[in-house]
């Protein structure tokens, strides 16, 4: 661990007693984040209800997410789950769009193709899953395949949940364009261990959850819409929030924002904006390209020491091609994930694979420590 990342371990309490490598599921607590709970709870206690600060919180978690990903603070919406943010989107098209389908691939996260399957007909459009390759990879020629002009909209996983593949958003952005289809981009698995330029990238979706390597808690999303796109979607799932003036009260009359904040729904989850504008804050103070760096470091050690105690590493074999989840194969996952938590290992199942997921706040001995223990239990 490097001198500049070391000095960040102590501000995680859980690593004194336990080594935690789940950041693709949940990462460790920051003190400063644990802090802001206890902020959001005084101002309860203390005030009873403070719209404005909290509607300060809200907007500051709002800008910090807009710079992690070198977006516009207008281009940002608040949602409680990725789940909710492609649904959202997918609600949002006019009916006479001139399409007749919808993509997503086989790795993507489950969520998105049930919101694919939920809206289709009213979209009327069919849900095309592109095929992974042996390797749980896809090609930008198995894209090419795949879509065509009559593509509406087409969903990618930055990184995969399952095995840690990392895709180049740009090029399949660029290849998505140029066939008139949407891209929607799932950054769970990328924020924060990744960095991200929407702007280069040029992509016109963009969704996140604050629990994984953003360093936060479940129940807060953030949904990224392109400015020039924003006012010309209108979600069909709505909310107070959602107006151009939320406090101006008015029952009769529905004035979607022209902003991204249109598909903002009802009183946002306070206490979560608070969590997570902290989280990302210590984020942005260390920088993610720094972050990035060490991660892919450990993924280079990750599957050095595996493959040395004989694993079969399912994620990809170099470490710029993936995130910084490397996954193991076990037949029972979910059961050596149980068996590695009474050992004080936290990892996360699968499937049929262990996700070792470390964070900034990881070091090469944690990672020897779990791969040792897994050896132990697979003997």
């Given at each position: 661990?490097?001198?500049?990342?070391f000095q960040y371990r102590e501000l995680f309490p859980t690593l004194k007693e336990k080594i935690q490598?789940?950041?693709?599921?949940?990462?460790?607590?920051?003190?400063?984040?644990?802090?802001?709970?206890?902020?959001?709870?005084?101002?309860?206690?203390?005030?009873?209800?403070?719209?404005?600060?909290?509607?300060?919180?809200?907007?500051?978690?709002?800008?910090?997410?807009?710079?992690?990903?070198?977006?516009?603070?207008?281009?940002?919406?608040?949602?409680?789950?990725?789940?909710?943010?492609?649904?959202?989107?997918?609600?949002?098209?006019?009916?006479?769009?001139?399409?007749?389908?919808?993509?997503?691939?086989?790795?993507?996260?489950?969520?998105?193709?049930?919101?694919?399957?939920?809206?289709?007909?009213?979209?009327?459009?069919?849900?095309?899953?592109?095929?992974?390759?042996?390797?749980?990879?896809?090609?930008?020629?198995?894209?090419?395949?795949?879509?065509?002009?009559?593509?509406?909209?087409?969903?990618?996983?930055?990184?995969?949940?399952?095995?840690?593949?990392?895709?180049?958003?740009?090029?399949?952005?660029?290849?998505?364009?140029?066939?008139?289809?949407?891209?929607?981009?799932?950054?769970?698995?990328?924020?924060?261990?990744?960095?991200?330029?929407?702007?280069?990238?040029?992509?016109?979706?963009?969704?996140?959850?604050?629990?994984?390597?953003?360093?936060?808690?479940?129940?807060?999303?953030?949904?990224?819409?392109?400015?020039?796109?924003?006012?010309?979607?209108?979600?069909?799932?709505?909310?107070?929030f959602s107006q151009a003036d939320p406090f101006s009260f008015d029952v009769k009359r529905n004035n979607?924002?022209?902003?991204?904040?249109?598909?903002?729904?009802?009183?946002?989850?306070?206490?979560?904006?608070?969590?997570?504008?902290?989280?990302?804050?210590?984020?942005?103070?260390?920088?993610?390209?720094?972050?990035?760096?060490?991660?892919?470091?450990?993924?280079?050690?990750?599957?050095?020491?595996?493959?040395?105690?004989?694993?079969?590493?399912?994620?990809?074999?170099?470490?710029?091609?993936?995130?910084?989840?490397?996954a193991l194969y076990f037949e029972e996952a979910p059961l050596i994930e149980k068996l590695m938590k009474?050992?004080?290992?936290?990892?996360?199942?699968?499937?049929?694979?262990?996700?070792?997921?470390?964070?900034?706040?990881?070091?090469?001995?944690?990672?020897?420590?779990?791969?040792?223990?897994?050896?132990?239990?697979?003997?």
């Amino acid at each position: 661990m490097t001198k500049t990342l070391f000095q960040y371990r102590e501000l995680f309490p859980t690593l004194k007693e336990k080594i935690q490598l789940s950041s693709c599921s949940q990462s460790a607590l920051a003190l400063p984040v644990i802090d802001a709970m206890e902020e959001y709870k005084e101002s309860l206690i203390q005030g009873g209800m403070d719209w404005e600060l909290w509607m300060d919180k809200v907007n500051e978690s709002k800008q910090r997410f807009a710079s992690l990903i070198n977006a516009d603070v207008d281009e940002i919406a608040i949602m409680s789950s990725v789940s909710e943010c492609i649904s959202s989107v997918l609600s949002s098209f006019p009916v006479n769009h001139g399409k007749n389908k919808i993509i997503t691939t086989e790795l993507d996260f489950p969520c998105i193709g049930h919101a694919m399957q939920t809206n289709n007909k009213s979209l009327g459009v069919t849900v095309n899953y592109i095929p992974s390759n042996k390797d749980y990879t896809i090609s930008l020629d198995d894209y090419d395949k795949y879509l065509d002009t009559k593509t509406l909209l087409t969903s990618i996983s930055h990184v995969s949940y399952y095995n840690g593949w990392k895709q180049n958003v740009k090029e399949i952005a660029a290849l998505a364009h140029a066939k008139g289809s949407y891209l929607f981009v799932d950054a769970y698995q990328s924020i924060g261990n990744i960095n991200i330029d929407v702007k280069d990238m040029n992509v016109d979706f963009l969704a996140a959850g604050a629990q994984k390597f953003m360093l936060g808690i479940p129940g807060i999303a953030f949904l990224y819409v392109k400015k020039e796109l924003a006012s010309k979607l209108t979600p069909k799932v709505t909310g107070w929030f959602s107006q151009a003036d939320p406090f101006s009260f008015d029952v009769k009359r529905n004035n979607y924002s022209s902003y991204a904040s249109r598909f903002d729904t009802g009183t946002p989850p306070v206490i979560n904006a608070y969590v997570a504008s902290a989280a990302m804050k210590l984020l942005l103070d260390i920088g993610v390209k720094e972050i990035q760096m060490y991660l892919e470091d450990l993924s280079d050690f990750t599957m050095k020491y595996a493959k040395s105690h004989g694993f079969h590493v399912m994620s990809p074999q170099n470490s710029t091609e993936k995130g910084a989840n490397t996954a193991l194969y076990f037949e029972e996952a979910p059961l050596i994930e149980k068996l590695m938590k009474e050992k004080g290992i936290i990892v996360s199942a699968r499937k049929d694979v262990i996700r070792i997921a470390p964070h900034l706040y990881n070091t090469k001995e944690d990672i020897r420590q779990a791969i040792d223990a897994l050896n132990s239990l697979s003997l």
